[in-house]
Nanobody, 121 residues
Framework: QVQVLESGGGSVQPGGSLRLSCTAS????????MAWFRQAPGRERELVAS???????EYGESVKGRFAISGDNSKNAVYLQMDRLLPEDTAEYSC???????????????WGQGTQVSVSS
């Protein structure tokens, strides 16, 4: 059983910063990719940032230069540093981890429960 727990959401004024954390626990052999998604009311879920174990990084256009994704495989954790936040960043943020499960190392994806980020003055 793998569990994914997120933390770090909250309310902040425009221009402020937040750091989201996502940690997986359970029977994991390795993490293949780490990613953050977000979904605002009435909008489709979109990719915010992703990071692979090969250090391939991808950012959504709207967050480039403001957000930074990082990972710590020793802790099965992924982080999202969000700076210069804008009202349009308001959404529920969720992490997704693609992992290999022992003993056959099959791939599986696990999602966190989501954490709300609200940016307003």
């Amino acid at each position: 059983q793998v569990q994914v727990l997120e933390s770090g959401g909250g309310s902040v004024q425009p221009g402020g910063s937040l750091r989201l954390s996502c940690t997986a626990s359970g029977n994991i052999a390795s993490i293949v990719t780490m990613a953050w998604f977000r979904q605002a009311p009435g909008r489709e879920r979109e990719l915010v940032a992703s990071l692979s174990t090969a250090n391939d990084v991808e950012y959504g256009e709207s967050v480039k230069g403001r957000f930074a994704i990082s990972g710590d495989n020793s802790k099965n954790a992924v982080y999202l540093q969000m700076d210069r936040l804008l009202p349009e960043d308001t959404a529920e943020y969720s992490c997704r981890l693609r992992v290999q499960i022992p003993p056959r190392l099959q791939w599986a994806a696990f999602w966190g429960q989501g954490t709300q980020v609200s940016v307003s003055s």
